[in-house]
């Protein structure tokens, strides 16, 4: 099922559109979050517009959610763990993320 997720696009205005994009399927190591909130920063729209990041790409690198899938190792969080996380793709409604780029919310 698709998710909603803010994407590079040089035609759009500050070259950033709401776009649908795939659901993330996790690795072994990663955990699946909903984001329920992410920061925008001057890097993530640089990020869009100089090319750094690919057009149709996910933008965005801090994001903060619930996990709802466990990795599949055995690390990390718990299905349910609220937490904070580092890492590329964050401006969607879902993402997958390393264990290691994230931390839980007390």
């Not at 709802?68 to 409604?93: C, I, K, M, Y």
Request: net charge negative.
């Amino acid at each position: 099922m698709p998710v909603r997720a803010l994407v590079v696009d040089p035609s759009a205005p500050a070259a950033v559109r709401l776009a649908e994009v795939p659901d993330p399927v996790p690795g072994p190591n990663q955990v699946l979050v909903d984001v329920s909130h992410a920061s925008l920063n001057y890097g993530d729209l640089n990020d869009a517009r100089s090319g750094r990041v690919p057009v149709g790409a996910v933008l965005g690198s801090d994001a903060a959610g619930v996990v709802v899938q466990a990795a599949a190792d055995g690390t990390g969080p718990v299905v349910g763990t609220r937490v904070v996380a580092l890492t590329s793709g964050a401006f969607a409604e879902r993402v997958a993320i390393d264990v290691g780029a994230l931390a839980k919310v007390p």
